[in-house]
C-alpha cells in the first residue's frame, strides 16, 4: 500500500473525509498539549487552574494548559500568555467563560489570541497581580530631581 503525503492544514480545518467520519459517529480527539483555539470557540465551566505541559514553545519556555470542567467533563486547552494573564486574576472553583476572539496584531507587530473572559466568583475577588514600581522616599521640603 503506498503512502500517501501527509497534507499540512490548519487544524480545525477537517478534511471531507473526516467530515463524514464525524457524521457517523466518529469524535475529534486533540494532541497532548491541550485542545487547540479558533476564533469564536466559547467554552463554560470551572476554573481549576493553569499548568505547564510537557511541552515547550518556540521562545523555550514550556507551553500552559488550562483545566476546566465542563458540561461535558474535564476538558484541557492551550493556554496562550494573553490568557493566561487573564486567569491568573480567577480563583480555582470560581465559573469562567472563555470567549476566543481570534488572532489580533500586537504592539510589537506579531500576531496573537485574543480572549474575553468573564467570571462569576465563588469567593471575593484576589488582589490583582501588579508589577509596581518602587517608591522613592524624599526629605520633607527638598523638591524632587529633574
Not at 73 to 94: E, H, M, Q, T, W
Request: glycine share 8%; with cysteine.
Amino acid at each position: 500500500m503506498a503512502r500517501r503525503k501527509k497534507e499540512t492544514a490548519p487544524v480545525h480545518e477537517l478534511s471531507p473525509e473526516a467530515q463524514a467520519l464525524i457524521a457517523e459517529g466518529y469524535e475529534q480527539v486533540s494532541g497532548g498539549a491541550g485542545e487547540p483555539w479558533s476564533p469564536g470557540l466559547a467554552i463554560e465551566g470551572v476554573f481549576h487552574g493553569t499548568r505547564d505541559s510537557q511541552f515547550r514553545q518556540d521562545d523555550g519556555e514550556m507551553a500552559q494548559l488550562v483545566d476546566l470542567t465542563t458540561e461535558e467533563g474535564p476538558r484541557v486547552f492551550r493556554c496562550p500568555a494573553v490568557l493566561k494573564n487573564r486567569l491568573d486574576n480567577v480563583s480555582p472553583g470560581d465559573k469562567v467563560r472563555i470567549e476566543c476572539a481570534g488572532k489580533v496584531r500586537t504592539k510589537a507587530g506579531r500576531q496573537a489570541w485574543d480572549f474575553v473572559v468573564l467570571v462569576k466568583r465563588n469567593s471575593p475577588a484576589p488582589t490583582p497581580k501588579l508589577a509596581l514600581s518602587p517608591v522613592t522616599k524624599r526629605k520633607p521640603g527638598r523638591k524632587p530631581k529633574k
